[in-house]
C-alpha cells in the first residue's frame, strides 16, 4: 500500500512546508480535513496523521478519540503531534494521548527530526498493515477450519444418521429374518414330515427336532441306516437293502416301515431320501423327510377291512335276493311239474298191468320231491323276505359318496374320470342302505367294465327327486348295450363277458323292486349307457323343510 501522511496543521504556510520537507524525504504527505483525517483514522487509509496542537484542541478531542476507538484490533495509527516544548496538555487532551499512538514533534521545526518522526511512524504503520495480513491470513485459515470442521460435522452427522437408519432397517431385517426362521421352524416342528439333510459321507447337516421323537434314533444312527435297534425284525432286510442301494449308487428311496416306540408298541414310520448331485454326477448332499404314517396306515387298513366287510355283507345281501330270484323263478316250473305229476298218477291209476305198481310209486316219489322243492323254495323266499328287514330313513347323498368311494377306488389307477351330481331336495330314500349300496356297486362295476381303453372314460352319477321317488342315474361313456340285447339285460345268468355271472342286473332289479322302486336302462346319446332306478322318498324328506319345492 502506498503509505501517505495526512495533515491537519492550521497555519497554511507550515502545512507547505511540512509537505515540502517530507517530499524532499519521499514521503507523500496530503493536507485534510478534519473529517477526513478521522474517517481515514476509523478506516485505516492512511498511513499516520500529523497534527498541530492546536487542531487537535480545535477538532481533535471526540472526533480523534472516537476514530482512534472504532480503528480494528490491529490497527493502532501513529498520530505525530506537533507541538511546543513547553506544551502543556489539558486533562482532555492527556486522555487522547494516553488512548493514541502519540509521538510528539516539538517546535521549532527541524527537517530531520519531522523526517525521522513521519519514518518512523510509517515504519510502525508498516508493521502493523503486516501484522494485519497475518491475522487476515489466520482468520481466513481460522475461516477454512470452521468450514472445513462444519461441513465434516454436517458429513458426520448425515453419516451417523445414515448409519443410524443403516442400522435400525439392518435390526429390522434381522427380527423379520428371526420371525421367518422362527415360521419356518414352526411349520417345521408343526408338519408330520420331519425333514433332514446330510453331507455325501452322511454327516448331519439339518435335522427337525422330532426325528428322535419319530425315530426313535439319533441322528448319526438315523444317517448310517442303523436301524437295528429300534427297526421291527421282519423290516430290517428292507431297510438294510435301500440304504445298500443309496450309499453305494446314490438311490433315492421312498419306504414305510415299523419302528418300536418307548412303550414296546410298532409304530409305522415312512422315510424318503434323494440325492442332490454336482456338475460331475457325484452325490453331493442328501436331503429327506421322515413321517410318522401309523395313523393313515391304521386309516387304510381299516377301509380295507371295510371294504371287504361290504363284500362279504354284499355277498350274503346277494344271495338272498339271488334266493328270492331264484324263488321267484322256480316256484312257476316246480307248480307246473307237481300239476304234471299228479294229472300223471291219475292217469297211471286207470291202467291196470305189471308195471303199473312200480309207475305209480315212482311218481310218489317224485310228488313227495317236488313237496320238498317247493318248501325248500318257500323256505328261501321267507329267507329272502327276513333280509328286507333292515329298511330305514337313509341319507342318500352320504349313501351314495360312500358306495362310489369303494366301488370306484381304482377309478384314478384306470384312469377313469367319475363326477357325483346330487339334486339337494333329494335328500332321505326309505332303504336297507347295504341292499343299495350293492345295486349302486352292481351298476358302478358294469359301467367300468363297459368302458373301452382308447374312448371317453367317464362315468356320471346323478339323483333327482322327481314326485315323491328319489330317481338315481349310473351313466358311463362305454360300450352301450346293443338293441337286441337290451331286453334281456335284466335276466338272470345273461352275460356277454368273460368272467361274468350274469346275475348283478337282475339281483338289482330284485331289490330295487323289493324297495318298491324301478330299474331300466337307456341309451346314451353318443354312446354308452344309463341305468336308472328309483326309490321311495322317506317321510321325513316330504317335510317342507327337508324339501323346498320341486318338480
Ligand atoms: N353299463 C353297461 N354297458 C354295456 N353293457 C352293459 C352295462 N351293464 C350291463 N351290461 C350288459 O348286461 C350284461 C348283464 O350284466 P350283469 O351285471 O347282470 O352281469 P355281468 O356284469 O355280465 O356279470 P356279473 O354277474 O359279474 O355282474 C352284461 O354282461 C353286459 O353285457
Ligand atoms: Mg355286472
Redesign the pocket.
Known sequence: MDEHILLLVDDPREAQAIVTQLAAAGITAKVASPRDVAAAIRDCTLGAALLTEKMLDRYGIEGVTAAVEAQPPWSDCPVLLLTHRDYVPSTDRKAVMELANITLVERPLHTESLVTAARGALRARARQRKAQAVLEAHDAAEAQVRALAASLEARVIERTSALTTEMQQRALAEVRLRESEELYRLTLDLNDQIAWSAAAGGAPLLVGERLYEVTGLSFEKFANGDWSSVAHPDDLALIGEVWERAGTVGAAFDVQFRVRRGDGNYRWVRSRGAPRRDADGNVAQWYGTVEDIDERHQAEERYNRLQSELIHVSRGSAMGAMASTLAHELNQPLTAIANYVRGSRRMVGALTGDGVAGVLDALGQADASVIKAVEVVRRLREMAAHNQDQRRAENLPDLIREASKMALADAGVLEIAYKIDLDPSATTVFADKIQIQQVLT??L???V??LTPNGLRRIGILTKLVGDACVIT?R?T????SPP?APR??E?F????L??????????RTIVEAHGGQIW?EARPGG??I?RFTLPCAPVARQPAATPAHH
Open positions: 352292481n351298476l362295476r358294469n359301467a367294465e363297459a349310473v358311463d362305454g360300450t352301450g348295450v340285447a339285460l335284466f338272470p345273461n352275460s356277454t363277458k368272467a361274468g355271472l350274469g346275475i348283478g342286473l337282475s339281483i338289482s336302462h354308452g349307457a341305468f
